[in-house]
Structures are given as structure tokens and as C-alpha cells.
């Protein structure tokens, strides 16, 4: 199977780097991308959520890449769940992992509550590059919490500010819950930073989802554990 790792707001490729070769030594391909504006030096202004739509397509399309496992943490779940449809022949499965599964005509930004939304449309306005990003106490207080404080300002430092138009655009299509294509659910047990409780996000694709430790960065901080989760279902 070919693996196609997609990150949240802010990370790269990079942060599904340990997962991925784990999946590699079990016999899959793995592919990690990094969505536009997302790799140092790259210019973020005027990127939508459309665009990492395309980019994630586009790479699965000109890779020639089939029975594909396409898996997104957290923000993820939005450009995943639009990807799908267009996908769609070449996906085997598709995994949420600490993910949003939005509802359709749902941002990234509305699914957090309308004063957070607010917050993060004033940012990007106010920015000159129209990105919001996220200081160290929030990430390590949501994203990280309990974790040690050299292993949350190791990864916080990879972190870029994310184009606003990924996380305050809505998702314009519903088409995830059409394709037939199987889907999983893997969570992190202490994970404190998604918008609904992961048993309501993961009912929202009609399964259960699978529990592995740690927090929203645990594809990090427990890879072992993390992809033994991902490979769950294919056995």
C-alpha cells in the first residue's frame, strides 16, 4: 500500500517523518507531504484552502500513485475529506488520526466556536501576510500538555504560520461520506485540542476509532504506538 501522510496547520511533512519510516519497515510506501506555504522561504499570501486541495491531488495524481491510504491529522481532515471524491479510484482507505471530520460547509476556524473564529479572522487580516500562528503557551498547554518542556519547544520551533485562508474557508463538499471508500478513526488519548470530543468525530464516519497514547502530537512523541494504530485495519 502507498501511504500518503498529510500534517496539520503550521507542521510539514516532516512531522509524520517517524511514523512514516515505521510504515516503510512494515512493508509500505510512504509519502509525507507539505502543503503550499508550509516549507521555510515559501510565500503564504493568497493561498486557500483550495489550493492545498490541489496540491494533496495533484501529488497522489502525478506520483501515479494506487490503492492508496490517504491519512491527515487534525486540519487535515479538511483538505482529506475534499481530496476524496477526486480521489477516489485510487484511495484504499482513509484515516483521520487526531483529526476534524468536518461537516460540510465547515471551516477549520468555525469549528473551534465563533469567538476563536473571530480571533483568527482579525489575525490573518492584521497580519501582513495574511497568516495566524500560535504562541508557545497556547501549543504547549493544547497541543502538548504534561509532555517535556525541551520536547514542546523542539517541535513548536519547526512550526510556520499558517495562510489564513486554509482555516477559515469552508469545506465544499460532503462527498467522503458517498465514496464507499473504508475509514478509520485513530485518536490520541490525551489529546485536548480538537473542536468536538474525538467519539463524536469518529461517529461522524460511522466507526469507532482506535486509541493509541498521548497527546495531539503523539505521530512525535509515540510513533511506535501511532502506527501501529494506522496499520490496525488493514490486517
Same mark, same amino acid.
Given at each position: $500500500?502507498?501511504f500518503? *501522510?498529510v500534517?496539520?496547520?503550521?507542521? @510539514?511533512?516532516?512531522?509524520?517523518h ?9 512493508g ?6 507539505? $502543503?503550499?506555504?508550509?516549507?521555510l ?7 486557500r ?12 495524481? =502525478?506520483?501515479?500513485l494506487?490503492d ?9 481532515g *479538511?483538505? %482529506? ?12 482507505? !482513509?484515516v *483521520? ?10 471551516? $477549520?476556524?468555525?469549528?473551534l ?10 489575525t ?7 497568516? !495566524?500562528? $500560535? ?13 517535556p518542556?525541551?520536547?514542546? =519547544?523542539? %517541535? ?11 482555516? #477559515? ?9 458517498t465514496?464507499? !471508500?473504508? !475509514?478509520?478513526?485513530?485518536l490520541?488519548?490525551?489529546? =485536548?485540542? #480538537?473542536?468536538?470530543?474525538g ?10 476509532? %482506535?486509541m493509541?497514547p ?5 505521530l ?8 501501529? @494504530?494506522?496499520l490496525?485495519?488493514l490486517?
Amino acid at each position: $500500500m502507498h501511504f500518503v *501522510f498529510v500534517p496539520g496547520v503550521g507542521h @510539514g511533512g516532516w512531522c509524520w517523518h517517524p511514523v512514516g519510516q515505521r510504515i516503510h519497515a512494515a512493508g509500505h510506501s510512504a509519502l509525507a507531504l507539505t $502543503m503550499p506555504g508550509l516549507s521555510l522561504g515559501d510565500d503564504p499570501r493568497g493561498l486557500r484552502l483550495v489550493d492545498a486541495v490541489d496540491h494533496l491531488v495533484g501529488e497522489v495524481e =502525478r506520483r501515479d500513485l494506487t490503492d492508496v491510504v490517504l491519512v491527515g491529522h487534525s486540519w487535515a481532515g *479538511f483538505p %482529506i475529506t475534499a481530496a476524496a471524491p477526486r480521489l477516489a479510484a485510487r484511495l484504499a482507505r !482513509i484515516v *483521520f488520526y487526531s483529526a476534524y471530520v468536518p461537516l460540510p460547509g465547515e471551516s $477549520m476556524a468555525s469549528a473551534l466556536g465563533p469567538e476563536t473564529a473571530e480571533f483568527m479572522r482579525a489575525t490573518a487580516e492584521a497580519s501582513p501576510d495574511g497568516t !495566524i500562528g $500560535m504562541d508557545f503557551e497556547t501549543f504547549a498547554n493544547n497541543l502538548m500538555p504534561g509532555e517535556p518542556a525541551a520536547a514542546q =519547544r523542539v %517541535i513548536y520551533d519547526q512550526l510556520l504560520p499558517t495562510p489564513g485562508g486554509y482555516v #477559515l474557508d469552508p469545506i465544499e463538499t460532503d462527498g467522503i461520506y458517498t465514496t464507499g !471508500i473504508p !475509514i478509520t478513526y485513530v485518536l490520541s488519548e490525551n489529546d =485536548r485540542s #480538537l473542536a468536538a470530543p474525538g467519539l463524536e468525530l469518529a461517529a461522524r464516519v460511522g466507526v469507532q476509532p %482506535i486509541m493509541v497514547p498521548g497527546t495531539h502530537e503523539a505521530l512525535l512523541t509515540h510513533p511506535d504506538e501511532v502506527t501501529k @494504530g494506522l496499520l490496525a485495519d488493514l490486517d
